[in-house]
């Protein structure tokens, strides 16, 4: 594990990662892999660390998740424009990695800023960013969280289980990105996408990830089984049927 400090909007933001098969001779590429929303590195390293061995692996805390405090409120494109300053670190700092590409992987909340990212290539596990309707029961408790705000009576317990031991910038954040409409992003991202779903996810459906393989101009559909986090155990597969995309 690795700690370096990026500087945006005159504020410091320490970022934790790790470099995995930096050695591999004559690599096809580096994997970014960005975590979706009260998730961490570790997770992405437990789901691919065995897999894609012919590519480096970079894996990060994004800000305010594992070891990457964060005390800013931020946004989306906050954490995109963070996350590019530290590739550009990670390419002056290791000359090895500067001709290569940089594969951009997201899962969830990681994917919209994956999406932003993404130069050539881009790789979407059950990714945030489409709309969808609420039950009836989040409703009711937007609408009552609404109400004591209003009455200045104090309602954490109403808040959503992603929203949880935030600290207050960090939940002014989850407020700011927890319902983006990303549809636009997705039609202007250029980058050959390969987009994975959970055929059984219940936090982003099915549905969504059929819309933004739509929207996406270069783009490929697979579903699997599992649900929002199948590819805890669907990483051999995701290698194989990326390599089989690519041609390699």
Known sequence: MALTQIYYQNSAFPISYELHNLNAQSPRGVLVFLHGWGSNKELMKLAFGQSFRDYVHLYIDLPGFGLSANEQILHTRDYACIIESFLSYIRAHFSALDSQEFIMVGHSFG???????????LI???SAGIITPKPFKVRAKILLAKLCKRLNIGAKFLR???AHNLNEAMYQTFKNVVDEDFSEVFRQCQACAYVFWGKDDRATPLSSGENIAALLPHSQFFA????????????????????NAIGA
């Open 111 to 121: 994917g919209k800023i994956a999406t932003l990212l993404a130069q050539k290539s």
């Open 160 to 162: 959503s289980q992603d």
């Open 224 to 243: 699997l089984e599992g649900d929002h986090y199948f590819f805890l155990k669907q990483a051999t597969s995701i290698e194989s049927i990326y390599h």
């Open 124 to 126: 979407l596990l059950s």
